[in-house]
């Protein structure tokens, strides 16, 4: 009898064990069919408890601002060279328009970030249940960048100008110079028309002895006289050549006065001395200086062309005449015996 009355306990017992395991093991299994109306609100609060405090948090990237990075690259661009010549003139210009080059904005994007707040919230039985949503971070970047250069075709344009022809050249100022011998006159002249192509011209004169003239038209009085300077010019074909004259007349300064120097006034037989002289003005054309010894009383004595009296063997006295242009001076000297 005992042992039927606890096989009944036994029976009876163990059943309520393991339910009373099973619903203290896990929670999520549905309520006993006592508490099935209040379980089941509560679980329409939690779920109401958890979407109302469950926030999300998006993380909003700013696009950033774009810069204009056009950078134009400007080509060199080639100087043009003009040149002058007798048959033509050719000038070449070459333009060469700068590349544009545009650059499109960057674009960087991120992926939004989403956090969830943990929730507590009753699970019915006493206890407490916790929920977390899931959490994305976004790490990369995408960044798109395009270029895009276009350069306009390079102009080359070629142009070829006549030549204008020269149809004169004159002497500016007057028609005729007076120069003092030694000194000079720069002449001055115009070849036309004023914008021809060749104005290259040469110089002549007629009369190298009495005037000169450089390449450039300074003139150069030489001595007494007249010459004529001609301005040609310089044409590929010789009978389009063009000229023109100037008279120079060359007025020579003339020696006023001759003075005659001796360094002693009497002179030794067998001996010599330096004579000096002196031409005034000194700007006088003709400077040179002649010398001459008269022996009247027939005193023997000579003189050199640079004016270097030598004494004779006989005394007496001798006369020693310098002349320059034309205009003579002179001086005595006596020799006495040794």
């Known amino acids: 009898m005992k042992k039927t009355t606890l096989r009944y306990l036994a029976l ?10 099973l619903f203290g093991c896990n929670r999520d299994e ?12 509560t679980t329409v609060d939690f779920w109401a408890t958890l979407e109302e405090e469950t926030t999300t948090e998006e993380e909003t990237t700013e696009e950033e601002p774009y810069e204009d990075e056009t950078e134009p690259v400007v080509a060199p661009t080639r100087q043009t060279v003009a040149t002058t010549r007798a048959t033509a003139t050719t000038v070449r210009t070459t333009t060469r328009p700068p590349a544009t080059t545009t650059r499109a904005p960057t674009t960087t994007a991120r992926p939004t970030t989403t956090t969830a707040r943990l929730t507590t919230i009753p699970d019915g039985f006493g206890g407490t249940t916790t929920t977390r949503a899931p959490t994305t971070t976004g790490t990369g970047t995408t960044t798109t960048r395009a270029t895009t250069t276009t350069r306009p075709p390079t102009t080359t344009t070629t142009t070829t100008t006549a030549p204008i022809r020269v149809t004169g050249v004159q002497f ?9 011998a030694g000194n ?10 004023a914008n021809a192509t060749n104005r290259n011209v040469v110089f002549s004169s007629s009369d190298n002895n009495v005037a000169t003239v450089s390449p450039t038209g300074l003139v150069t009085a030489r001595n007494d006289g007249q010459a004529t300077i ?11 050549n063009f000229t023109a004259t100037v008279t120079i007349n060359v007025q020579a300064i003339r020696v006023a006065t001759v003075q005659v120097g001796a360094p002693r006034a009497s002179l030794s037989t067998g001996e010599s001395m330096q004579m000096s002289a002196t031409v005034l003005p000194a ?19 000579s003189i050199t062309a640079a004016g270097l009296l030598r004494a004779g063997n006989q005394p007496g006295v001798v006369i020693v005449t310098a002349t ?7 001086a005595s000297v006596t020799v006495t015996l040794n």
């Open 230 to 240: 001609t301005v040609t010019t310089t044409c590929q074909i010789a009978e389009r």
């Open 172 to 180: 500016t100022g007057a028609n005729s110079f007076n120069i003092p």
């Open 184 to 193: 000079t006159q720069q002449l001055s002249w115009n070849v036309l028309p």
């Open 30 to 41: 549905e309520p006993d069919p006592i508490d099935f109306w209040t379980t089941t609100e």
């Open 283 to 301: 700007n006088a054309t003709n400077r040179t200086v002649t010398w001459r010894v008269d022996n009247s009383d027939g005193t023997a004595a």
């Open 324 to 330: 320059a242009d034309g205009i003579s001076q002179s």
């Open 12 to 21: 009876a017992v163990v059943p309520l064990l393991l339910l009373a395991l």
